[in-house]
């Protein structure tokens, strides 16, 4: 079973920066896709970024230029660079992986997530 474990949210300014990052428990993370989504309040959970074994990205369009993921396979870590947040990007910020190498954009692909990490970001 592998863990997930997401930390750095936080309350930001419009305009400022976050920066996510998720642990993660398997030996074998380096060869997982690993991915990123939120629940903004009232609202379904989304993909935000995703990111295949070799780093290959992708990201939603709401996020694109502005929010740039990435992962450090020594350290069993994936990271979420969030910059000029705006109010509506609000939202809790789950981590998520899955047993195949390739990234996805959808939800169901994933097998492991985290707990979440809230992210508020003010006027």
């Known amino acids: 079973q592998v863990q997930l474990v997401e930390s750095g949210g936080g309350l930001v300014q419009a305009g400022g920066s976050l920066r996510l990052s998720c642990a993660a428990s398997?030996?074998?993370?380096?060869?997982?896709?690993m991915g990123w989504f939120r629940q903004p309040p009232g609202k379904e959970r989304e993909f935000v970024a995703t990111?295949?074994?070799?780093?290959?990205?992708g990201y939603a369009d709401s996020v694109k230029g502005r929010f740039t993921i990435s992962r450090d396979n020594a350290k069993n870590t994936t990271y979420l660079q969030m910059n000029s947040l705006k109010p509506e990007d609000t939202a809790v910020y789950y981590c998520?992986?899955?047993?195949?190498?390739?990234?996805?954009?959808?939800?169901?692909?994933?097998?492991?997530w985290g707990q979440g990490t809230q992210v508020t970001v003010s006027l």
């Open positions: 998520a992986g899955r047993e195949l190498s390739i990234y996805s954009s959808r939800i169901n692909d994933y097998d492991y």
């Open positions: 398997a030996r074998t993370f380096s060869r997982k896709a």
């Open positions: 990111i295949s074994w070799i780093g290959i990205t």
